[in-house]
């Protein structure tokens, strides 16, 4: 274990800069969430380093999600991506699920837009749709703070009333409009998983105030508020979540609709880095 309380973080920075052959700054970061790995596919100028590769990162265990990181050009700007993430519950501690967003921070990141798959619990979704995340709550049980907090990234208590940035909703609303994609936006609700819900819990969420579900996200927007990054979420909505439907809830309709949603992801994705 390293002395220094960022040598850690500083390991894997120093390895990705010694990859890139280069100390360039990257204020915006991607993060690609399960089934979403391909909008990295259309970047340039990519420098590929996987995270297995990279010092105190984990690698994803899960087959809907690749674990690289990619330094390239996205839409005209430069970008650092995470082309999958660490979840909670395949077993990493949330000091490892959040250390790619320091990294990211450390890296150069301002502006960080983030995705995931959820399952839709406002009976106005629809499998498919794309939610803007207005806000979230976090029933995943803890707080990837806790013990956590390096005051080189920010303040022990810190302000979440504006979570995901209202500037960045904007930009989205309108490069939304700009490209003819109908959003939907709502609350997104963070458990632990793996299992799915049951419909009494998607119940319970749905009169907590919860728009759709899913097993990420959080803790990375935690982390990335705690280091003062402005945050986008964008959830697609690959199933209605336990109950509201009959369907059977399975990971591969999750990849599935992912991969049926990726090119208009990516087209919304590009129209908000460019409206950035
Ligand atoms: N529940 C939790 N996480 C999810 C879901 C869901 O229904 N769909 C995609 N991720």
Redesign the pocket.
């Known amino acids: 274990m390293p002395t220094d309380p960022m040598g850690e973080y500083k390991l894997a920075v120093r390895y990705i800069r010694e990859r890139l052959g280069s100390e360039e700054h990257f204020p915006l970061g991607l993060v690609l969430g399960?089934g979403l790995g391909r909008l990295g596919d259309s970047m340039t100028d990519v420098v590929l380093i996987p995270f297995a590769d990279i010092p105190g990162f984990g690698k994803p265990y899960y087959s809907g999600h690749r674990g690289n990181l990619l330094c390239g050009t996205f839409a005209g700007k430069r970008v650092v991506c995470l082309q999958g993430r660490l979840h909670y519950y395949e077993g990493y501690t949330f000091d490892q699920v959040i250390l790619p967003i320091r990294v990211l921070r450390l890296l150069g990141v301002e502006t960080l837009l983030i995705t995931?798959?959820?399952?839709g619990i406002n009976t106005g979704f629809a499998i498919g749709d794309i939610m803007l995340m207005l806000d979230h709550i976090n029933l995943m049980g803890g707080n990837p703070m806790v013990g956590n907090q390096h005051p080189a990234f920010g303040q022990n208590f810190f302000d979440m009333g504006e979570a995901y940035s209202k500037r960045l909703l904007g930009i989205a609303r309108k490069a939304a409009a700009e490209a003819n994609i109908t959003l939907r936006e709502g609350v997104y609700i963070a458990?632990s998983?793996p299992s799915?819900?049951t419909p009494a819990e998607i119940r319970a969420f749905r009169t907590l105030g919860a728009d759709a579900?899913?097993?990420s996200t959080v803790p990375e927007v935690i982390a990335a508020r705690h280091a003062g990054m402005e945050v986008l979420g964008l959830s697609l909505i690959?199933?209605m979540?336990?109950g509201v439907t009959d369907a059977i809830?399975t990971s591969e309709d999750?990849i599935e609709i992912g991969h049926a949603r990726a090119a208009v992801m990516e087209q919304l994705a590009a129209e908000i880095v460019r409206g950035l």
């Open positions: 399960s995931n798959a959820a399952g458990v998983g799915y819900e579900v899913g097993m690959t199933n979540a336990a809830l999750v």
